[in-house]
């Protein structure tokens, strides 16, 4: 123990002597506790997060990029060894707790933008989507609240959503501040919040100039060194911050959005996004509801992403309209969002078993509503299941696991072959949290994911 900590500190002390400590600090905002046992405490309560990127993982063929960026590297059908992808190793350490799926398809298979109305439903997109159909089965503390919908700039331009009650499409919240009340009610307007919030800096945000020099004169395999080198440093962070205190339970200042965010703007939208999973986090721990949505952004998403680029936005760079660094980095945003909401339910403790974080039972569903949005195709779509979600989840163990479903699959399509209805997968989460879909069609339940399915 004296050695690792020896080492943190050395790691801590070589980082900020190198004029990071705010980036630390934007990112030091909880801990993860080492001692999980609790999980099996028959207190737990599973929560069921559903985190939506728009236009795709980018899983197609691409300037060099053969096996597309996401779906990590295994000839296998099922395996705790494989090599992350580019886009996926951006997950950092919570690969470690996730399961990555593969063989899915979501209705058709194409169709393009017009999947944002069947993602989290059944095939037909007739019926309730899942997130409310688990919210009648997990209810918190507040039944009036049901189901928190969070919805980031998703509604810029277009009310193109996720979440239907029977056949009517709902509107999330995309005001971090109307949120806020929603949750937590009698709202004030917010003072400053904390530094760590409003300072949306990161580790390399001092010399991205100069890196991006320099992988622009680098050969293939030196960039890849290159790569694997900073994500290397940001997991260091990662360690860091897991390190610290963690946030107490139901902590309002650490929901409080940060005064004066421009809700629609460009230039607030990191910020804007972090609100949104701070509540989401927030009230998790404080029990008030067990199941959230958070949908960041749109199908094609018109809000420009600044440090990917400032002209072209994030559905154009999704369909390589600019350069493959646009095409990556813009992919990669929406999973470092992502990651930022692990990182708060890491940080805050669950509200039914003492001496757990919220992330040990809760399931994060990550997915898109295509599966590249250059084809605009929804073949393949990836969805990867993260967390510890009290036990419930084959992960791995903690090393992160592959699993192919095509071999349970029960459609045949002309380019995937063999494949499985993205509507089994919704009835298997559902029959895993106790409960079943409405739905007509085949709601078979898929083997090999949960423990108790």
């Given at each position: ?5 020896s ?11 190198a004029?990071?400590t705010?980036?630390l600090?934007?990112t030091?905002?909880?801990a ?9 405490n028959?207190?737990?309560?599973l929560k069921?997060i559903?985190a939506?990127?728009?236009?795709g993982?980018?899983?197609d063929?691409?300037?060099?990029f053969?096996?597309?960026l996401w ?7 099922e395996?705790?060894?494989f090599?992350l992808?580019?886009?996926s190793?951006?997950l ?6 996730a ?24 095939s ?13 089965a997990?209810?918190?503390?507040q039944p ?9 700039h998703?509604m810029?331009?277009?009310?193109w ?13 995309d005001?971090p501040?109307q ?11 917010p ?11 990161h580790?390399f945000?001092p ?7 320099l ?8 960039k890849?060194k290159?790569?694997?080198h ?11 911050r ?8 139901c ?18 939208r ?13 009230a ?8 959230a949505?958070?949908q ?7 809000v ?5 680029s400032?002209?072209r936005n ?8 600019g ?14 969002k992502?990651?930022?909401?692990l990182?708060r339910?890491a940080?805050y403790?669950?509200p ?7 992330l ?7 997915t898109?509503?295509?599966?590249d949005?250059?084809?605009?195709h929804?073949?393949?779509v990836?969805?990867s ?6 036990g ?5 163990l ?7 479903l095509s ?5 045949q ?6 494949c ?11 029959r895993?949290?106790?409960?079943s ?6 709601n078979t ?9």
């Amino acid at each position: 123990m004296s050695t690792q900590l020896s080492r943190r500190r050395f790691f801590k002390q070589s980082l900020y002597s190198a004029g990071t400590t705010a980036a630390l600090g934007a990112t030091g905002l909880g801990a993860m506790s080492f001692s999980r046992l609790a999980m099996a405490n028959s207190t737990a309560k599973l929560k069921v997060i559903f985190a939506v990127i728009p236009d795709g993982f980018g899983v197609d063929a691409y300037a060099g990029f053969n096996d597309g960026l996401w779906f990590p590297k295994t000839n296998a059908q099922e395996s705790t060894n494989f090599e992350l992808n580019e886009m996926s190793r951006h997950l950092g350490s919570y690969a470690q707790q996730a399961l990555f799926l593969r063989g899915l398809i979501v209705g058709s298979g194409t169709g393009g933008h017009n999947a944002w109305q069947t993602i989290l439903r059944d095939s037909n997109s007739s019926h309730t989507s899942i997130d409310l159909v688990l919210a009648d089965a997990l209810p918190g503390s507040q039944p009036a609240l049901k189901r928190i919908y969070s919805g980031p700039h998703a509604m810029v331009g277009a009310a193109w959503n996720i979440s239907y009650q029977n056949k009517v499409m709902l509107l999330p919240e995309d005001n971090p501040y109307q949120l806020f009340d929603q949750v937590y009610g009698n709202y004030q307007a917010p003072g400053q919040a904390q530094a760590v919030l409003a300072d949306n800096s990161h580790i390399f945000d001092p010399v991205q100039e100069d890196i991006k020099s320099l992988q622009s004169a680098l050969g293939a395999s030196e960039k890849n060194k290159l790569e694997l080198h900073l994500g290397a440093v940001e997991q260091v962070v990662s360690d860091i911050r897991n390190t610290l205190a963690p946030v107490g339970a139901c902590d309002l200042a650490g929901a409080t959005p940060a005064s004066e965010l421009a809700i629609h703007s460009a230039d607030h939208r990191d910020a804007v996004t972090e609100a949104h999973a701070n509540i989401v986090a927030s009230a998790l721990s404080c029990g008030m509801s067990r199941v959230a949505t958070l949908q960041i952004g749109r199908s094609a998403d018109p809000v420009v992403i600044k440090s990917v680029s400032s002209t072209r936005n994030p559905h154009d760079c999704a369909h390589r309209y600019g350069n493959v660094n646009e095409w990556k980095d813009s992919r990669a945003w929406y999973i470092h969002k992502v990651r930022y909401l692990l990182d708060r339910l890491a940080a805050y403790p669950d509200p039914d078993v003492e001496g757990a974080s919220l992330l040990d039972h809760s399931l994060v569903v990550l997915t898109s509503e295509m599966a590249d949005g250059a084809p605009e195709h929804m073949q393949d779509v990836p969805v990867s299941l993260i967390g510890g979600a009290s036990g419930l989840l084959n992960n791995g163990l903690g090393s992160g696991r592959f699993l192919n479903l095509s071999s349970q699959g029960n459609r045949q399509h002309w380019k995937l072959g063999q494949c499985t209805d993205m509507q089994r997968l919704w009835a298997t989460i559902a029959r895993a949290a106790g409960t079943s879909v409405p739905w007509s069609g085949d709601n078979t339940p898929l083997s090999g994911i949960f423990t108790n399915v």
